[in-house]
């Protein structure tokens, strides 16, 4: 099946979860849903396309590793998936941590009521990020096109979970994989709550061992960051929005 395909199976799948085990109760058209359904579009197909267009003119020489070799499929998988799960935890921290890239990121921390589709809500500006830095690396590992599919597929899949209204607790499993019980305190506004924590995208373990995982046992009381009561709460505002206070500063 394409990916398209997996995108809509799972979004049908979390809509009803979060219907049957809602964390808390809240309108499936809530405030914002139709800027996360525009995200979904743009950030899912077209923003693909402008990226493989972009990577081309750039960087016209491939660079094609051979570090897996001829590693049997499930090696590959675990590799790739380990691999470029903690180069991402590592940018993410860094997106956190840097003054301008931050700018970006908090597109993806404005969010208020949290459900599966604000995985996608996030800054065009940021993924070039992630595909800068991330470019060389996935590249060197050479990897087969279709280990790198599934490697999608599944970050997919733990970052709607992570991202659902949901109310469930997995046990032990949190030191594994991201979860709501943990991810919900990543979005926490610093009135509730210590920041920067939990910077886990697919695998839980990143924050375990160097220190950032925060899963106390209640929910926080209010998520975004200071400011946000003047932050955009709609599309294009929040596209505008880092370039604005760019200037600014």
Do not use: C
Request: a positive charge; aromatic letters at 16%; glycine letters at 8%.
């Amino acid at each position: 099946m394409s990916y398209p395909v997996w995108l809509a199976g799972l979004g049908l799948l979390f809509t009803a979860l979060e219907r049957v085990w809602p964390r808390q109760q809240q309108a499936l058209l809530r405030r914002g849903i139709f800027s996360d359904i525009a995200y979904v579009v743009f950030n899912s197909h077209y923003l693909g396309i402008l990226l493989a267009y972009a990577t081309v003119w750039i960087a016209p020489i491939p660079i094609q590793g051979q570090w897996l070799g001829q590693a049997s499929w499930t090696v590959q998988f675990i590799v790739a998936l380990v691999t470029m799960d903690f180069l991402q935890w590592a940018i993410h921290n860094l997106l956190h941590r840097v003054s301008w890239l931050w700018k970006f990121h908090k597109v993806h921390h404005s969010i208020v009521e949290m459900d599966w589709i604000g995985n996608w809500r996030f800054h065009w500006g940021e993924i070039l990020v992630y595909r800068t830095l991330l470019y060389i690396p996935a590249a060197l590992l050479g990897a087969r096109g279709d280990v790198l599919f599934w490697v999608g597929v599944l970050n997919t899949a733990i970052g709607h979970f992570a991202h659902a209204n949901l109310r469930w607790h997995i046990g032990w499993l949190k030191y594994v994989v991201n979860s709501p019980e943990m991810h919900i305190w990543h979005h926490n506004h610093p009135s509730a709550g210590p920041v920067n924590k939990n910077f886990a995208i697919t695998l839980a373990v990143w924050d375990w061992l160097f220190g950032t995982a925060y899963v106390p046992a209640e929910d926080p009381s209010r998520l975004g960051f200071e400011g946000i009561e003047e932050y955009p709460g709609q599309l294009p505002g929040q596209w505008l929005a880092p370039f604005q206070r760019l200037r600014r500063h």
